[in-house]
């Protein structure tokens, strides 16, 4: 761990929130990715055996 | 072979979905490198002390948050004017992560401010452009999920992007002139290109790459997403009929 | 255009609301700005400029979804469209007959309720000519937000959410101008600049607006 000085707060903060907002936007793309992916081969099964 | 063959949905699929783990995992990768780089192996700034470190993250998701409307922008010019419907999609699968952008920046910024300028925030001309930004990408999300129709929703969110960035750079520079007549002390001066030394400049660079890659990875892992959930919507509309 | 611009200014005088709403709104909001911030009189002339401009806004915003919502929902709208005017005209008439309905008498009232807020005597030329360059952008960026939504259901918070971004500049300059006015510096400039955002409004956003209104008379 560097020594951050008076300001180890703030550089943890900015560092902490960011990577968050990083994490959750690629969680949410992925989860919506995985999801949709499922629907759809739902989707194409239950249209495949009725051609 | 011209680039246009990416434009047929399916093809657009069969070609990203390899690269997309690649990507992501790539984009990580010298995300971590370049964060661990700034945050370990860098001296402080001798005015700013380690706050210096903010601005790995800072200054590329700022970047980001900009370039990533103009693509936005050119993917919805595309849209209008060939008509591919790839491109309509990955400008809506963009938006979000611009807004994400906009708010690392603003929020590192804002954490940079308080110990530097002893504020949170300041009504500074790139401050006060960011916020504008971020209304636009609000506003732009918003007209995407109002509208159910998907080809008037693409059409007219193409076209609030186009007006909507003549109005964003128009704010840009509005913005500019605002503030000179208002306080503006030399330690407000956000200019990085002065006196950035390389120790400083070489992890940044590396974390810009990260974030950029991110992006790219992102956008095609959601545009894909956007182009099943139409076909999913197509497959059922044909099922009930 | 001129028997287009007459029936809307005719509907919106007969039908009453729009006309005296948007005034009756501006001189709400400017009343209750006092209660807000306090009645000193030295902060209330500082912010004058700035509260005028902001209620003019708002209220310009408020009938904003009146301008293709009722055309577009009677169907006169579509006849309006099949009619040898050029729906760019049709747009740009519309933002026209808004302006003269709200934008204009916003105008005209404002130096009078400068009075209330106490605004420095030499301000009060520049908000008249600042409100009259700047109203009418006002009006035009709110006729290319209500085609936007103009199909949408629930479009007015929506709409909203779009405008206000892109008032962003006028309200800048607007109040700016005014600012320097109430200083004595010379707000020729802002002014300028103001006149060249109303101009280039009026030149390009009945094209942004018809190509909206087309997708949404599909």
Same mark, same amino acid.
Request: proline share 5%.
């Given at each position: 761990?560097?020594?951050?000085?008076?300001?180890?707060t703030?550089?943890?903060?900015?560092?902490?929130?960011?990577?968050?907002?990083?994490?959750?936007?690629v969680?949410l793309?992925?989860?919506?990715?995985?999801?949709v992916r499922?629907?759809l081969d739902?989707?194409?099964?239950?249209?495949?055996?009725?051609? | 072979?011209?680039i246009?063959?990416?434009?047929?949905?399916?093809?657009f699929?069969?070609?990203?979905?390899?690269w !997309?783990?690649? %990507?992501?995992?790539?984009?990580? /990768?010298?995300?971590? &490198?370049?964060?661990?780089?700034?945050?370990f *192996? =860098?001296?402080?700034?001798?005015?700013?002390?380690s706050?210096?470190?903010?601005?790995?993250?800072?200054?590329p998701?700022?970047?980001m948050?900009?370039n990533?409307?103009?693509?936005?922008?050119v993917?919805?010019?595309?849209?209008?004017?060939?008509?591919h419907? !790839?491109?309509? %999609?990955a400008a809506?699968?963009? /938006?979000?992560?611009? &807004?994400?952008?906009?708010?690392i920046?603003? *929020? =590192?910024?804002?954490?940079?401010?308080?110990?530097m300028?002893?504020?949170w925030?300041?009504?500074?001309?790139?401050?006060?452009?960011f916020l504008?930004?971020?209304?636009?990408?609000?506003?732009?999300?918003?007209?995407?999920?109002?509208i159910e129709d998907?080809?008037?929703?693409?059409d007219?969110?193409?076209?609030?992007?186009?007006v909507?960035?003549v109005?964003a750079?128009?704010s840009?520079?509005?913005?500019?002139?605002?503030n000179?007549?208002?306080?503006?002390p030399?330690?407000?001066?956000?200019?990085?290109?002065?006196?950035?030394?390389?120790v400083?400049w070489?992890?940044?660079l590396?974390?810009?790459?990260?974030?950029?890659?991110?992006?790219?990875?992102?956008?095609?892992?959601?545009?894909?997403?956007?182009?099943?959930?139409r076909?999913?919507?197509?497959?059922e509309?044909r099922?009930?009929? | 255009?001129i028997?287009?611009?007459?029936?809307?200014?005719?509907?919106?005088?007969r039908?009453?609301?729009?006309?005296g709403?948007?005034?009756a709104?501006?001189?709400?909001?400017?009343?209750?700005?006092?209660?807000?911030?306090?009645?000193?009189?030295?902060?209330?002339?500082?912010i004058?400029?700035?509260?005028?401009?902001?209620a003019?806004?708002?209220?310009?915003?408020?009938?904003?979804?009146?301008?293709?919502?009722?055309?577009?929902?009677?169907?006169?709208?579509?006849?309006?469209?099949t009619?040898?005017?050029?729906?760019?005209?049709?747009?740009?008439?519309?933002?026209?007959?808004?302006?003269?309905?709200?934008?204009?008498?916003?105008?005209?009232?404002?130096?009078?309720?400068?009075?209330?807020?106490?605004?420095?005597?030499?301000?009060?030329?520049?908000m008249?000519?600042s409100?009259?360059?700047?109203?009418?952008?006002?009006?035009m960026?709110?006729?290319?937000?209500?085609?936007?939504?103009?199909?949408?259901?629930?479009g007015g918070?929506?709409?909203?959410?779009?405008?206000?971004?892109?008032?962003?500049?006028?309200?800048i300059?607007?109040?700016?101008?005014?600012?320097?006015?109430?200083d004595?510096l010379?707000?020729t400039?802002?002014?300028m600049?103001?006149a060249?955002?109303?101009?280039?409004?009026?030149?390009?956003l009945?094209f942004?607006?018809s190509?909206a209104?087309?997708?949404?008379?599909?």
């Amino acid at each position: 761990m560097p020594d951050l000085g008076k300001y180890a707060t703030e550089v943890l903060l900015a560092y902490g929130v960011s990577i968050g907002l990083l994490v959750v936007i690629v969680a949410l793309s992925m989860r919506r990715a995985r999801k949709v992916r499922a629907q759809l081969d739902q989707v194409e099964a239950r249209k495949g055996p009725r051609k | 072979m011209s680039i246009w063959e990416y434009a047929n949905p399916k093809k657009f699929i069969a070609t990203t979905t390899p690269w !997309v783990p690649v %990507l992501l995992w790539g984009s990580i /990768a010298i995300l971590v &490198v370049g964060l661990v780089w700034g945050f370990f *192996f =860098t001296p402080d700034d001798f005015r700013q002390g380690s706050t210096v470190k903010i601005f790995y993250v800072h200054v590329p998701s700022a970047l980001m948050a900009i370039n990533a409307w103009f693509m936005m922008l050119v993917a919805s010019l595309i849209w209008l004017i060939r008509r591919h419907h !790839v491109s309509a %999609l990955a400008a809506r699968a963009a /938006a979000p992560i611009g &807004v994400v952008m906009t708010l690392i920046a603003l *929020f =590192t910024g804002a954490v940079w401010g308080q110990p530097m300028w002893g504020t949170w925030w300041a009504w500074d001309p790139r401050l006060t452009s960011f916020l504008i930004l971020f209304l636009f990408y609000l506003g732009y999300i918003a007209l995407w999920e109002a509208i159910e129709d998907p080809d008037t929703a693409a059409d007219l969110t193409s076209v609030l992007c186009i007006v909507g960035s003549v109005f964003a750079v128009l704010s840009r520079y509005a913005v500019n002139f605002w503030n000179q007549g208002l306080h503006q002390p030399a330690s407000l001066s956000l200019d990085k290109e002065e006196n950035v030394a390389d120790v400083f400049w070489y992890p940044a660079l590396v974390c810009i790459a990260g974030f950029v890659l991110l992006f790219i990875a992102l956008v095609l892992m959601r545009t894909a997403t956007e182009i099943r959930a139409r076909r999913i919507r197509a497959l059922e509309a044909r099922m009930r009929s | 255009m001129i028997a287009l611009l007459r029936r809307d200014l005719a509907l919106a005088v007969r039908a009453g609301g729009g006309f005296g709403l948007g005034l009756a709104f501006f001189l709400i909001v400017v009343v209750l700005v006092p209660f807000g911030v306090g009645p000193e009189a030295e902060v209330l002339s500082r912010i004058a400029p700035g509260i005028l401009w902001v209620a003019a806004l708002l209220a310009a915003l408020l009938s904003l979804d009146r301008i293709f919502a009722l055309d577009f929902e009677d169907g006169s709208l579509p006849l309006l469209a099949t009619s040898p005017l050029p729906l760019e005209g049709v747009a740009l008439v519309k933002g026209v007959a808004h302006w003269i309905t709200t934008g204009l008498p916003l105008t005209l009232a404002a130096p009078a309720l400068g009075f209330l807020l106490n605004m420095a005597p030499g301000a009060y030329v520049w908000m008249l000519a600042s409100l009259a360059l700047g109203t009418p952008a006002l009006s035009m960026i709110g006729a290319f937000g209500a085609a936007i939504t103009v199909g949408l259901k629930r479009g007015g918070l929506l709409m909203s959410l779009l405008v206000l971004p892109l008032y962003v500049p006028t309200l800048i300059f607007g109040a700016e101008a005014v600012r320097r006015g109430a200083d004595g510096l010379s707000a020729t400039t802002p002014l300028m600049m103001l006149a060249g955002i109303t101009l280039g409004c009026f030149a390009l956003l009945p094209f942004a607006a018809s190509a909206a209104l087309r997708v949404n008379l599909r």
